[in-house]
């Protein structure tokens, strides 16, 4: 079974550092586009990161310089460091399995999410 | 970066009729680059249509999309109970950010 499970969501203050993993099962992530996607209370989705089978990386202006996304294969996982990390960064963050190269063409989507974990930055 | 502008913000429906939501680029798309997912309470989003056109994995049928340029469709012929959710729009095209679009929420009249 493919499947994708978050952990690492907490309660952190104002300025202050937190580290989400997405444990993969079923697939690797080492050959895989993967992506963290977040989602603030009553809002919509937001994108956050991704990062390349190439370990290229991109990030949404929003968080670019105090987050960092990576892949650990002897874990066949994900991580995302956030840090400086402010109230407008408190949301729900999903990690899920982007694009992918199926019947001679991209499936440009993502396809595999995990069931996310909250993050909560407040004093 | 692409802004996806996904309307009507609400549509009001019962269960059988045929749901129409609309996602417009703020440019140009490429067809291959437009995803759609649906989102129920509490749940992780479910990928719906990639390609703009493509049902994924396991997708029922009354799911279709459509579209091209800047304007693209995803529609419900009939609409099942299990079918009132949000839905959002996403944008592949180009390097990142990815852009999602602001959602339409699918509610029962």
């Known amino acids: 079974e493919v499947l994708l499970v978050e952990s690492g969501g907490d309660l952190v203050q104002p300025g202050g550092s937190l580290r989400l993993s997405c444990a993969a099962y079923?697939?690797?992530?080492?050959?895989?586009?993967m992506t963290w996607v977040r989602q603030a209370p009553g809002k919509g989705l937001e994108w956050v990161s991704v990062?390349?089978?190439?370990?290229?990386?991109y990030y949404a202006e929003s968080v670019k310089g105090r987050f960092t996304i990576s892949t650990d294969t002897s874990k066949n996982s994900l991580s995302l460091q956030m840090s400086s990390l402010r109230d407008e960064d408190t949301a729900v963050y999903y990690c899920?399995?982007?694009?992918?190269?199926?019947?001679?063409?991209?499936?440009?989507?993502?396809?595999?999410w995990g069931q996310g974990t909250a993050v909560t930055v407040s004093s | 970066e692409v802004v996806l502008t996904q309307s009507p913000g609400t549509l009001s429906l019962s269960p059988g009729e045929r749901a129409t939501l609309s996602c417009r680029a703020s440019?140009?798309?490429?067809?291959?680059?437009l995803a759609w997912y649906q989102q129920k309470p509490g749940q992780a989003p479910r990928l719906l249509i990639y390609?703009?056109?493509r049902r994924a994995t396991g997708i029922p049928d009354r799911f279709s999309g459509s579209g091209s340029g800047p304007e693209f469709t995803l529609t419900i012929s009939r609409l099942e109970p299990e079918d009132f959710a949000v839905y959002y729009c996403?944008?592949?095209?180009?390097?990142?950010?990815?852009?999602f679009g602001q959602g339409t929420k699918v509610e029962i009249k």
């Open positions: 899920a399995r982007d694009h992918q190269w199926l019947d001679n063409h991209y499936q440009y989507g993502m396809d595999v």
């Open positions: 079923g697939f690797s992530v080492r050959t895989s586009y």
């Open positions: 990062i390349y089978p190439d370990f290229t990386t």
């Open positions: 440019q140009t798309l490429s067809a291959s680059y």
């Open positions: 390609g703009a056109s």
């Open positions: 996403q944008n592949y095209d180009g390097s990142p950010p990815w852009t």
